[in-house]
């Protein structure tokens, strides 16, 4: 069984590792780390008691960076926030039916399960034929699902903003002092805006009510979008 | 009788006319522009009225009183540490909700507040409509609509400010943002914390502080550390136990959530006091951008526009030019003949004049660079070539922001070293003033005209845009350098805000004009002349030289000889020959005055530098001009002016002397390159050493660049040669 279970972990770094890599996420090495020790946890952790974990560990790693990973976890479908009557908000590991596959919404988390006789054959063949013996396995498909599809509900980030676009501004990612920016100049969620000019590379200009703003990219790339609908 | 005098400043958002309304009040004419840090150091003025002197500070315009770059925290210690006994908060009223974001902060900070609502014109014709009295009376302080740029309800103003001085209102009492439970909460405990320990003593009102040590503010951290000193270290303990306390409650960073709650309070003041009408807005500014931002078309729109303002500078410059040069002639040759030979006629002569006026008939030339420039800044164009120059300024890890200081140093490297202190990190603001001067400001302006004037007659506008755009490219291949050596980093986060477009005030672009002739004509009869009278008696004493030859006993044998001949002639020839007679003695004459020039004090010291100077092609004239334009770069015209015109007999201007000299095209345009990279002038050194604050950085921008221009000129000077121009 504890095979079984470190078994579970190392795919679910695996995963970790290709998801985080394919959508750009930055600072990579440090949020593995975060995602490592969050997996030894077995009880529902707040920021501070993981970070008192790393720093267990010996990282050095600062809250609202942890927070932000925790996040993109909840976002990717590593981990599930809950919050008990005004308690402090905790964070857990999402563990998965052992007995389905899951499809697994990047966008709004929804976890659909399936079972397929057909493929439970062809993974045991495929097992049988490499004279590999499959004592468990987990099948988990990221994407998105057909709702988040169809009402293209997704929040992108503004760096993929075309001219023209209408958008509406559904959240931040990113650390406090960038977000301070965006807010005391007068940048907050639900803002709509328009993209005015976005080059391939470099800076943007975005116009919300009267007011132009030039964004660079790494910021542009914290701030989730969603087209406006008229 | 003595006035009572009183402390106002003018706070709020960038671009909401604090400047402006400053002007308005003080009378003084300080530079207003339209892009965001125009004022970035706080300034002063004092007015008498209504039996008070006041005391008005303009101060940098902020968004918030949680400060990012220099210029803000300039504005937020101001208004803590200073205390003034009123702040105006100018607001711009067609955007209210982020200006009232600044206002409640000013109101957390307990002093008294007093709000114009500026730009009430802008938003009554966007349809928007506030209730100035209810606004007013939700936040319990008084409120004047202003329109800056017609100076309405500027008096009311100041009426109202004196009365709000003179009342003892207290303010602590006033309506401020209330956060909620939990964050009032850790807010009551701490206080609790902080007055249980009588030994504490905060550097601000308490619930102020408590308040920015929740969001971590790093200034206010260290400033209560270093007044509290051992139990500071407790405090912010017992903080950062809230601190994390708040941010596994929100699960957010607790300044954020402030942040939010603060918005919060903004809203349901909004509700009560702002309607907007039509809800069919167009926004001009948005419409231009879309064009003159745009990925394709906006660069070349740019380029266009910088190669327009050397043109205009150039061909629209030659005329006034020349009325001036004519002007400074006719009063040379006249004030030749009024006086009598003796010294003073000579320093005159050639000393004031040929120095002083050399250099002022480019006044018309740098008044037109400068009237583009001002062009730039104040219709708001100055912020969109940031944004379209940020794709080259990324080769060097730099934000397209830094070029707005480059741009400025096109006028003057002084302002522009001041404008990087809008620039958050502190590594770009370094790398910025390191480059800013390689763009040639207007004082080397007249020292390219006079060499491409002389020796690139028909090319001379090419030939200059050349050397500013070699300017440019250096500057980046520069940074390049220093951004993967000395001064590594990365990114910041990046935003800017992009102001409207606006029609720039006659009034507004005629004060740069005259701001800057004044400048100009201050230095001319200041610095220049002195240095003029300077350079002059150095070349002219000592006075009695020993000369290798008899130049009076060879032209009178001379002369005799050819008396001779033409009485030999017997009147037939006569006038050809007398021809011949001056031209052999005015051979002489040029012989003689070169040996007394280098046998000067001034040739003394030109032989010593000539050796650096030769591999450039430089002479020792050349060497010295280019000595002296460490005090100010306009003073190597002037030295070139003095030096090489003395030479010249008959020849009264500088083209000439020049011509005859052995100055080639080529040698000069090794001068022209040096000029463009050496040591930037005094006023700038003390500038860079002001604003990096470091010594070392102060002497490396010095050093550096100048081995850089002698590089650089020699390569010209040599591969010139080795090509056979």
Redesign the interface.
Known sequence: MKQNHNNNHVREKEQFKKLFKQEHIDNFEERFKVFEIFLQTKRHVTVSELLELLNENGYQLDSSFVRDTLKLMCRFGFAKKIQFEDGPVRYEHRHLGRHHDHMICTKCRNIIEFEDQQLENLQIQIAAARGFHMLQHKMEIYGICSNCLKTRMHPMSLVMAKQGERLIIKDFTGGAGARMRLLTMGLRVGDELDGITSPSKGQMVIAVDCRRYVIGRGLAQKVLVEPRKN | MSQKSLTIALAGNPNSGKTTIFNNITGTRQKVGNWPGVTVEKKEGIVSKYGYELKIIDLPGT??L?P?SIEEIVARDFVLDECPDVVIDIIDA??L??SL?LATQLREIDCKVLFALNMADVART?GIKIDADKLSELLDLPIVFTIGNKSEGIDELLKKAIELAESDVDTSGKRKVKYNKDIENSISKLRSFIEKNSEISLPYKTRWTIIKLLE?DKIVRERVLQKVGDQGRNVIQEVQIHR??L???????P??VM??ER?GFIAGILKEVFTTITKQ?I?I??NI??VL???FI?FPVFIFFIWAMFQLTFSLGVYPMEWLDTGVNWFSVSLDGLLPDSLLKDLLINGVIAGVGSVIVFLPNILILFFCIALFEDTGYM?RA??LM??IM?LIGL??KSFIPMLMGFGCSVPAIMATRTLESEKDRILTILITPFMSCSAKLPIYIVLTGIFFSAKAGNVIFCIYFAGIIIAILAGRLFRSTLLRGA?A??????P?YRVPMVKSLIIHMWDRSKMFLKKMGGVILIGSVVIWTLSAFPRNIQYSRDYIAEINSVRASYNTEIIAANGLDSQHIEKKLDAAIAELEMARKSEMMEKSYMGRIGKILAPVFAPLGIDWRGGVALLTGFVAKEIVVSTMGILYLAEGEGSNTLKNALLSSDMTPLSALAMMVFVLLYLPCIATVATIKQETGSFKWTLFSVTYSTLLAWVAAFCVYQGGKILGL
């Open positions: 968004y918030s949680t990012f067609s955007n909700e982020r974001y966007r971590n994390e306390l941010a596994d409650r929100f699960n957010d960073d300044e954020i942040t939010d918005y807005r926004d500014s948005r951008d879309l931002t745009n990925r906006g912020s940031a944004f940020d794709r990324h934000h397209g990114d986060p990046f935003v800017m805000e992009l409207p």
